[in-house]
């Protein structure tokens, strides 16, 4: 047998759902892709502060693993089974993106740092290999891609045959020359229910992804959220996969029997609490998780446009509470939009109240917004 394939056999024993081999050329196109998507304002960065070099490195294996030859590429399936009830049902809570449930990508890179064990076992360690699970400096979905893990749906998600987009990918660079795979013949045909679904039209045709529109990106970054975006916002706390939910691939995906051991939250989040969460508990509560990496103001400027959206009127004494004590203006913002969504005469008396002491103009106009809601 092939180490290839018995690379394959082991990572299908440990349970990774996906295992395909590629080569380790660089990705012109995805480079390209990249930087017009950067020219055209669909990823947030200045065209004139391009970051050439990084964006070039990110398309090359070999920027990573010098004397790279091949790619290990795989997939993770993360549409699991919850069984375990919410804490307290008469509280308001939030919705968590199904792939940060828990952190499926620890899962994974623990799974191919023992996929590289077996590898330098079998060579005696003479070539390097190297675990580049998540997506930090590779692009990994051209990879997978290429490798024959799945094919692109026009959300920009890959696809795979038998899970869907329901899918965490990781990659091994290795020095070692192994058996090759196709790609998958694949695509969406006529389908354009993604395009057609997505709450704030952030794929604005068939791969081309607005990432400033996107709830997804939105979600983790520190920004102001457009009004528009805000009434779309639902109950989401983190991330969005409105694009995958409606995708006929996703629909007879089997959910899986299995809790990561790495930072599992759960579906859903108490949001009251979050609202006064400090750096501390914030890292305590979400250790391991995707969401730890992210900034806490986020996270709390989403949890107040999910208790907006929501409109519970238990959430106006601590959403008050925020208005009147943070000191970031930007989730002071989000929070009297909230207020104003809620309702009610005691939100309507704290705004107006906030107004007369409020210095920020940005806040002030905030409030001014909401207190056009009553």
């Not at 990110?58 to 399936?77: D, G, H, M």
């Not at 899986?256 to 939250?265: S, V």
Request: net charge positive.
């Amino acid at each position: 047998m092939s180490l290839a394939s018995q690379i394959k056999e082991l990572g299908e024993e440990i349970g990774l759902d996906v295992i395909r081999i590629t080569n380790a050329e660089s990705f012109p196109e995805t480079e390209k892709y990249i930087i017009e998507s950067i020219e055209k304002g669909y990823i947030p960065e200045k065209p004139n502060n391009i970051n050439l070099n990084k964006i070039s490195k990110r398309c090359n294996p070999k920027s990573i693993l010098k004397r790279a030859k091949s790619i290990i590429s795989v997939a993770q399936n993360y549409l699991i089974e919850e069984t375990e009830e919410l804490q307290d049902k008469n509280q308001p809570y939030g919705r968590i993106a199904k792939y940060d449930v828990g952190n499926f990508y620890y899962d994974v890179k623990l799974k191919l740092k023992r996929i590289i064990d077996f590898i330098n076992q079998e060579t005696d360690s003479k070539n390097k290999s190297k675990n580049k699970s998540c997506y930090i400096s590779l692009a990994e979905k051209p990879i997978a891609q290429r490798a024959g893990v799945g094919w692109y749906g026009k959300s920009g998600i890959i696809i795979t045959e038998r899970f869907g987009s329901w899918v965490v990918l990781g990659e091994i660079l290795t020095e070692l020359e192994l058996d090759t795979d196709e790609s998958l013949k694949r695509d969406c045909g006529d389908c354009t229910i993604c395009i057609d679904s997505c709450p704030t039209k952030a794929i604005v045709s068939p791969y081309v992804i607005d990432r400033t529109k996107c709830l997804q990106f939105i979600s983790e970054r520190v920004m102001k959220v457009p009004l528009a975006f805000r009434e779309k916002w639902e109950d989401r706390l983190y991330g969005c996969t409105t694009c995958q939910e409606v995708c006929p691939q996703n629909r007879k995906v089997k959910l899986k029997k299995y809790k990561p051991e790495y930072g599992y939250i759960g579906s859903r989040i108490p949001l009251i609490p979050l609202l006064q969460i400090d750096e501390g508990e914030f890292q305590n509560y979400f250790a391991y998780n995707q969401i730890a990496m992210r900034p806490r103001e986020a996270i709390k400027r989403n949890a107040a446009l999910a208790l907006g959206s929501i409109g519970d009127p238990r959430a106006v004494v601590p959403l008050i509470k925020v208005l009147q004590e943070d000191d970031n203006q930007m989730i002071k913002g989000h929070t009297a939009w909230a207020l104003g969504k809620i309702g009610g005469e005691k939100a309507k008396f704290a705004l107006e109240k906030a107004l007369k002491s409020e210095e920020d103009r940005e806040v002030r106009e905030e409030i001014i917004n909401a207190l056009k809601m009553f």
